[in-house]
């Protein structure tokens, strides 16, 4: 049963919803468009705030649904809940369909802290707003909500293995987020 769940949750997780909303609403692809990312941000810049609203919020569900039915069919088993969630947030990052190029993997770790660290998803998301309403950089928020989010999951998750998963998220989300952080430290990074 575990495999089948990690299958369909990295299967979830590489649904590149950010591609598939942008093509279908303007027509356009947002992997040459913009930062060239499928994420929420570059959507938002690319084919608007709506478009990327709507994208993250499918990109948060993708890491959510897989990790709920986990929790439903293995519920004494956080490990397993913890492994789907990874599954999902690594099938963002690396997509099967689009040759393992994908994106960022933000608004998918935060569906998943949802489902298992309610408590640090929500702190991480509420630090994401306030850096981009206070810098306009959602490179930063993002890093940001990772570091407000594992402190948080450290204190408040209700199984130390949701606690780590959230350190695993935030160390890809590192990597995924490198050259924003060179931009970061360079001061060349892009403003919304």
Not at 108 to 120: H, K, S
Not at 145 to 172: K, M
């Amino acid at each position: 049963m575990l495999a089948a769940l990690l299958l369909l949750g990295y299967l979830a997780g590489s649904i590149p919803f950010g591609v598939l909303v942008t093509r279908w609403a303007r027509g356009v692809d947002v992997r040459v468009e913009g930062s060239g990312n499928i994420g929420a941000t570059n959507v938002a810049r690319v084919a608007g705030k709506k478009l990327g609203v709507l994208v993250l919020a499918l990109d948060a569900l993708k890491g959510a649904l897989p990790v709920l039915l986990t929790l439903r069919m293995m519920p004494d088993s956080p490990r397993a809940q913890v492994a789907v969630g990874l599954a999902a947030f690594l099938g963002h990052c690396y997509p099967v369909w689009l040759k393992f190029r994908g994106g960022k993997g933000v608004a998918t770790a935060l569906g998943v802290l949802l489902v298992l660290a309610p408590w640090a998803a929500l702190a991480g998301a509420a630090a994401y707003g306030l850096v981009v309403v206070t810098t306009r950089m959602s490179s930063l928020g993002s890093l940001t909500a990772g570091v407000v989010s594992v402190a948080t999951a450290a204190f408040t998750a209700r199984a130390p293995e949701y606690a780590v998963l959230s350190g695993l998220l935030f160390a890809f989300m590192l990597w995924t987020h490198r050259a924003n952080i060179q931009r970061l430290l360079s001061h060349t990074e892009r403003r919304f």
